[in-house]
């Protein structure tokens, strides 16, 4: 098997350090999606964690083995060959990866339904901004309001293209994301999906052109009758100045009357 075209290795030692020092990791098991050339799985061992490693690209275990072949022996590193957004993944607690861009969002959602403590991920920089925007930002939007309901997201890091071999178009970012509880209980998820996504499907309309749009799933009817029943005030509203404690809440008056 061999990966989509976003091979761009890390060599660049001081963002290495960074992230592999970003969480601490000794003695934990750490899932590492991509390992590549192994640069971060070195720094991740040094520091005592047990790597468990993903990689699709056959191409690349010969010498992931050679390199760490005591490692491998040991238990220390096991390496799982397959796509991370499908294949069982192995025990782990913390989860330390440069992760290949065009699964991001993907294996970001599958880690968070999985469950970990924490988890230090390098995304393409644009995608980093949307996962961390605050209400009223211009990069907040579906990804940031479904994300933060199920984790903090810490911004730790801009790496240049430079930083890699051979070098991307576009930037990257490191982000830390903590799994927390919704800022309120979300009573019915799929509603929740559904709303979030419609709303931003139109960011540009105010909340009661955009909130029309659910009568294709849920009929005009009973869309009419929710819309009735919100706050004026709120309909007036863009969707992009939503906390996402408020659109957990919208979704769950909706919830309500079905
Ligand atoms: N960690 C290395 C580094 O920092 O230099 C490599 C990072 S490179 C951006 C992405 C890595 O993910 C590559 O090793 C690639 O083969 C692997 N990869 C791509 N798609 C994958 C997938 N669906 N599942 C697991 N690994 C994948």
Redesign the pocket.
Same mark, same amino acid.
């Given at each position: 098997m061999r =990966? %989509?075209n $976003?091979?761009?290795?890390?060599v660049d030692d001081d963002a290495v350090e960074r992230i592999a020092d970003a969480v601490p990791v000794f003695d934990r098991d750490v899932l590492e &999606? +991509? %390992?590549? +050339?192994g640069?971060?799985t070195a720094a991740l061992l040094e520091r005592g964690a047990h790597v468990r490693a993903?990689?699709? $690209?056959t191409g690349?275990l010969p010498n992931l083995e050679r390199r760490f072949s005591d490692e491998l022996a040991s238990g220390d590193l096991t390496i799982t060959v397959g $796509? =991370?957004?499908k294949v069982e993944l192995p025990k782990f607690d913390l989860v330390v990866a440069?992760l %290949?861009y065009? &699964?991001s969002s993907k294996i970001t959602f599958r880690l968070l339904e999985v469950g970990f403590e924490k988890a230090v991920l390098m995304y393409q920089l644009e995608f980093a901004k949307r996962l961390a925007a605050a209400p009223g930002n211009g990069d907040y939007g579906r990804l940031s309001v479904m994300t933060q309901a199920m984790a903090d997201v810490e911004f730790l890091l801009e790496i240049p293209p430079e930083s890699f071999n051979p070098p991307p178009e576009v930037w990257s970012a490191v982000v830390v994301l903590t799994p927390r509880a919704p800022p309120v209980p979300i009573d019915n998820q799929k509603m929740f999906s559904d709303v979030v996504r419609e709303v931003f499907s139109h960011r540009r309309k105010t909340l009661s052109n955009c909130l029309k749009g659910l009568s294709s799933i849920y009929g005009k009817e009973k869309t009419a009758a929710f819309i009735a029943s919100c706050e004026p005030e709120l309909l007036k509203k863009r969707p992009e100045v939503l906390s996402v404690a408020e659109f957990i809440e919208l979704s769950n008056s909706f919830a309500a009357l079905l």
């Open positions: =990966a %989509p $976003d091979q761009h290795f890390l &999606i +991509g %390992p590549g +050339g640069v971060l993903v990689e699709l $690209d690349l $796509d =991370a957004s440069n %290949p065009s &699964i």
